[in-house]
């Protein structure tokens, strides 16, 4: 009896060690098979700013929000802002004109990117989990914004220096 538990304990590990006939592939259009998921660092640092030279006469927006697929990435300086745990990181942000400020959504819950003073008026529509909603600032200026579905924990402030 021993011996056949033992057997049996045996064939199990084997079975395991060898997978089971899992497969180590990852899927196609996925991060890890070369694909890019919404919110990578175009600067490498989350948040970070990078002057840009030009000016605007008022705000251009690149688009609402993406499907689940990366959207296409505005070229020049760019500053991204994460919404996770149903709060904004980094809530200030210092930017310059010409800037392309991106909003991804990390958290389970949809949220938006409402102005709420500054010389720029931003109204994004609802963002789901994984999509980005991206924006040019081409005014200086203290744009004041929060996430109207959770405004009592979700405030953020961009200051566009000239």
Known sequence: MKRSVT??????????????GSSNKTPEGSP????TGAGGAASGVPGATTPTEGAGAGAEVFGEPSEKAAAP??????????????????ARTKVKVGTAIIWTNHDAVEH????????????SKNIEEGQSFQFKVTKPGTIR???????????????VVG
């Open 112 to 123: 938006n990117v409402t102005s709420v003073s500054g010389p720029a008026h931003i109204d």
């Open 7 to 20: 057997m049996l304990v045996a064939c199990a590990a084997l079975l395991l060690a060898a997978g089971c």
């Open 32 to 35: 890890g098979a070369g694909g």
């Open 73 to 90: 990435r505005p070229s020049g300086a760019v500053a991204e802002i994460a919404y996770r745990d149903v709060a904004i990181n980094p």
């Open 145 to 159: 914004y929060e996430c109207t579905i959770h405004p009592t924990t979700m405030k953020g402030t961009i200051q």
